[in-house]
């Protein structure tokens, strides 16, 4: 185990305070798609996952993993149940939560040993999954947060601060959201070898605005629904996880990074599968056709942010930009 703050001592400690009469059999780290400290525990009594969270997240983010994953299982989606979450640190010194550890495999190593046929039922079931979660509303957009156990939305704790030092949100409009998320990762961009590209990306989105002068639902968003964060069990989907990014916005903002997590150069019988059963819980909005380039140039920012802020540049730079200067180069975002 590579890490600064859990050890083995204090994995046994905290499993101790959990249940005594568990013995420690294992402690793993996940393979892929996660960037937190994650441990797999293996016990005489259970499998457990273990997050070690740090900083200001300690404070708000296990408790809104806790309440999604409940609004995700009241509504039928899959969903890990969070049994213990430790702000106290009084066991161990640092904060901490405790979920069963669902099972099953990544979609990820799952797809290349699957059919066309078994490939699409996944997907369709994947699509009525995203259709039910996207089916939980709120009045506003921003970050979603967990308040006594229901989900409250509040500040974008992901965004630029004002002058004050405050976050910008709650929401009216996701109009109004979009522009500050775009605005955040533009100005991280500033001082990389991205930006070359500011202008011209803010000229487009600038341009393309009025593309959300609809009247948007605030729904709950997974954004990151790529195969490393679906789990599959004899030949169904088992689990959705990692909810940390979720927030409330309009539904054709996870359906981009969606498309580009799992159908980008796929055959297309997956994403027609997927969208058949996504559409019977929520119906598109005019003009998703004419927004989908404009989504799909935001969300490659956030793909150069994760680049930029993860350390992995050298990994996919071009490819990014590449990605970013074809979209922005079309006229009207058409």
Same mark, same amino acid.
């Given at each position: 185990?590579?890490?600064?703050?859990?050890?083995?001592?204090?994995?046994?400690?905290?499993?101790?305070?959990?249940?005594?009469?568990?013995?420690?059999?294992?402690?793993?780290?996940?393979?892929?798609?996660?960037?937190?400290?994650?441990?797999?525990?293996?016990?005489?009594?259970?499998?457990?996952?273990?997050?070690?969270?740090?900083?200001?997240?300690?404070?708000?983010?296990?408790?809104?993993?806790?309440?999604?994953?409940?609004?995700?299982?009241?509504?039928?989606?899959?969903?890990?149940?969070?049994?213990?979450?430790?702000?106290?640190?009084?066991?161990?010194?640092?904060?901490?939560?405790?979920?069963?550890?669902?099972?099953?495999?990544?979609?990820?190593?799952?797809?290349?040993?699957?059919?066309?046929?078994?490939?699409?039922?996944?997907?369709?079931?994947?699509?009525?999954?995203? +259709?039910?979660?996207?089916?939980?509303?709120?009045?506003?957009?921003?970050?979603?947060?967990?308040?006594?156990?229901?989900?409250?939305?509040?500040?974008?704790?992901?965004?630029?601060?004002?002058?004050?030092?405050?976050?910008?949100?709650?929401?009216?409009?996701?109009?109004?959201?979009?522009?500050?998320?775009?605005?955040?990762?533009?100005?991280?961009?500033?001082?990389?070898?991205?930006?070359?590209?500011?202008?011209?990306?803010?000229?487009?989105?600038?341009?393309?605005?009025?593309?959300?002068?609809?009247?948007?639902?605030?729904?709950?968003?997974?954004?990151?629904?790529?195969? +490393?964060?679906?789990?599959?069990?004899?030949?169904?989907?088992?689990?959705?996880?990692?909810?940390?990014?979720?927030?409330?916005?309009?539904?054709?903002?996870?359906?981009?990074?969606?498309?580009?997590?799992?159908?980008? +150069?796929?055959?297309?019988?997956?994403?027609?599968?997927?969208?058949?059963?996504?559409?019977?819980?929520?119906?598109?909005?005019?003009?998703?056709?004419?927004?989908?380039?404009?989504?799909?140039?935001?969300?490659?920012?956030?793909?150069?942010?994760?680049?930029?802020?993860?350390?992995?540049?050298?990994?996919?730079?071009?490819?990014?930009?590449?990605?970013?200067?074809?979209?922005?180069?079309?006229?009207?975002?058409?």
């Amino acid at each position: 185990m590579n890490s600064t703050r859990a050890t083995p001592d204090s994995i046994r400690d905290l499993l101790h305070a959990f249940d005594a009469t568990a013995k420690l059999r294992r402690v793993e780290r996940p393979g892929e798609g996660l960037a937190n400290e994650v441990y797999f525990v293996a016990t005489s009594r259970s499998d457990l996952v273990l997050k070690v969270f740090d900083g200001e997240t300690g404070s708000w983010k296990p408790h809104k993993e806790a309440a999604i994953q409940e609004a995700m299982r009241a509504v039928g989606v899959p969903a890990a149940e969070t049994l213990l979450i430790d702000t106290s640190k009084q066991v161990v010194p640092f904060v901490y939560s405790l979920t069963e550890r669902m099972a099953g495999d990544s979609l990820s190593n799952v797809l290349p040993i699957s059919s066309v046929a078994d490939t699409s039922r996944l997907y369709r079931q994947l699509g009525d999954y995203l +259709g039910r979660l996207h089916s939980v509303t709120f009045d506003r957009f921003g970050d979603v947060s967990g308040q006594g156990g229901n989900l409250a939305v509040g500040p974008a704790r992901d965004l630029e601060c004002d002058a004050n030092g405050r976050l910008p949100g709650p929401f009216p409009t996701w109009q109004a959201m979009h522009r500050e998320i775009v605005a955040t990762r533009l100005s991280l961009l500033r001082a990389t070898d991205f930006a070359d590209l500011v202008p011209r990306t803010k000229a487009f989105f600038r341009a393309n605005e009025s593309l959300l002068d609809i009247d948007a639902v605030p729904r709950l968003l997974h954004l990151d629904l790529h195969p +490393g964060n679906i789990l599959v069990r004899d030949g169904r989907i088992a689990g959705i996880l990692d909810v940390e990014e979720a927030i409330a916005g309009h539904n054709e903002y996870d359906l981009m990074r969606t498309e580009l997590g799992n159908f980008r +150069g796929q055959d297309p019988a997956y994403e027609r599968a997927f969208m058949g059963a996504y559409t019977a819980h929520v119906a598109l909005d005019a003009g998703h056709p004419e927004r989908k380039p404009f989504y799909d140039a935001s969300r490659t920012l956030a793909w150069i942010q994760s680049l930029i802020l993860d350390g992995d540049r050298h990994m996919g730079e071009q490819a990014a930009r590449a990605h970013l200067e074809r979209l922005i180069a079309i006229p009207g975002g058409a």
